[in-house]
Structure formats: C-alpha cells, structure tokens
T-cell receptor, first 114, second 110 residues
Framework: AQSVTQLDSHVSVSEGTPVLLRCNYS??????LFWYVQHPNKGLQLLLK??????LVKGINGFEAEFKKSETSFHLTKPSAHMSDAAEYFC????????????FGKGTRLHILP | DGGITQSPKYLFRKEGQNVTLSCEQN?????MYWYRQDPGQGLRLIYY???????QKGDIAEGYSVSREKKESFPLTVTSAQKNPTAFYLC?????????FGPGTRLTVT
C-alpha cells in the first residue's frame, strides 16, 4: 500500500528566511516522489521529482528536496523565501507504471510574511 | 506550445443538468486523468485512461462518466447523479514519470 503524509497543513515564514515543508511516505514499491506547487485557482506545476537517481533533487525556483529512505521522508526546502512562493504545495508518491497508485498528500499552505 | 488545456475556466449549472468538461493535450501522452479538488482534501482521482478507448474508475467515480475516443482528448461528464458536484476539476496527463496538469475548471452547481 502507498500513502503520503504532509505533516503541516499551514506553514508561515518571513520573507528571506528558510522554508521547510515536510512529507513522509510509505510504499510497497520502489517509489517515485514529486513536489507540486499550486497558486490559487490554477493547475499544479511540477517543482521537482525523485525517480531513484540522486537522492538530493534540485528543482525550479530554488527549491530542493532530499529522499531519505531510512526516514521515509522527502522534505522540501528553500534557503530564502520570496513573496511569490506563497501557494499550496503537494507531495506525491507513485509506483512505477501504476496509474492508479499516484497518491497526493493533502497539501501544505505556505504563507510568506513581509 | 505544448500542454494541457481545459475549458471553460468557470462553469455554472443548475442542479439536475449534466455538464461536460473539456480536456485536451498535445503532449502525445497515453495516460490521462481527472481529479476533483475540494478545500483541505487534496486531489481525488475520478477516472484515468492509459490508452485510447480504455479507461478505469478511480476512487470517486460515482456520478461521473468519461470517454477516450482520441489520444488528445479526455472529456469528463458530471451527471445529475453526482450528489455534490461543486468543485475544482483538474485534468492531467503523464509523461515518463511526472504528471502535467491543466489550469482547471471550477464548476458551480446551484
């Protein structure tokens, strides 16, 4: 079975400070992991993906995530938050070639304080 | 420009009417998906299709129907049997690993 848990429904940080959005997963298969961002009333945009290559994955807009198998985690980080980062972020786990096994977390709303 | 288009962006219907949401992709992807998004619930899978003329129910298929007559198109019909149709609907297609999402259609039924 697969599942994904985003540990915080809301995160608030000040502009210019680091961002940490936490995601834990479980999977019976060798998983692929993704982070997507969604701005209000928009579709989801891929930030980064892990597909069994390098465990430290760099994405767009300065975001990165580290796949830690021992901790079953895939936390999203950014060194310095920008006002434009305010959005909802989704952690996603999928099993290779299983279209019915793409599981979305419930999302983390990131607020950026001026 | 490659991508996924959904139309219309906003849709209003009276209760008891069927309504069809459009999804088109020019990414040459075989797999396509429909999700429903409600506040605080993430995305829930309605239907998916891995190839033309074939589709599978997702977790919340009741009250919805789909067709996949062309690779590029995967329309979703919200029928009058769907008890709570008001929601944000997202269409996606899948490449080698990741999914690509359309801009969404917000459906309001009154």
């Amino acid at each position: 079975a697969q599942s994904v848990t985003q540990l915080d429904s809301h995160v608030s940080v000040s502009e210019g400070t680091p961002v940490l959005l936490r995601c834990n997963y479980s999977s019976s298969y060798s998983p692929s992991l993704f982070w997507y961002v969604q701005h209000p009333n928009k579709g989801l945009q891929l930030l980064l993906k892990y597909t069994s290559a390098a465990t430290l994955v760099k994405g767009i807009n300065g975001f990165e995530a580290e796949f830690k198998k021992s901790e079953t985690s895939f936390h999203l980080t950014k060194p310095s938050a920008h006002m434009s980062d305010a959005a909802e972020y989704f952690c996603v786990v999928s099993a290779s070639n299983r279209d019915d096994k793409i599981i979305f977390g419930k999302g983390t709303r990131l607020h950026i304080l001026p | 420009d490659g991508g996924i288009t959904q139309s219309p962006k906003y849709l209003f219907r009276k209760e008891g009417q069927n309504v069809t949401l459009s999804c088109e992709q020019n990414l040459n992807h075989d797999a396509m998906y429909w999700y429903r998004q409600d506040p605080g619930q993430g995305l829930r899978l309605i239907y998916y299709s891995q190839i033309v003329n074939d589709f599978q129910k997702g977790d919340i298929a009741e009250g919805y129907s789909v067709s996949r007559e062309k690779k590029e198109s995967f329309p979703l019909t919200v029928t009058s049997a769907q008890k709570n149709p008001t929601a944000f609907y997202l269409c996606a297609s899948r490449g080698t690993y990741e999914q690509y999402f359309g801009p969404g259609t917000r459906l309001t039924v009154t």
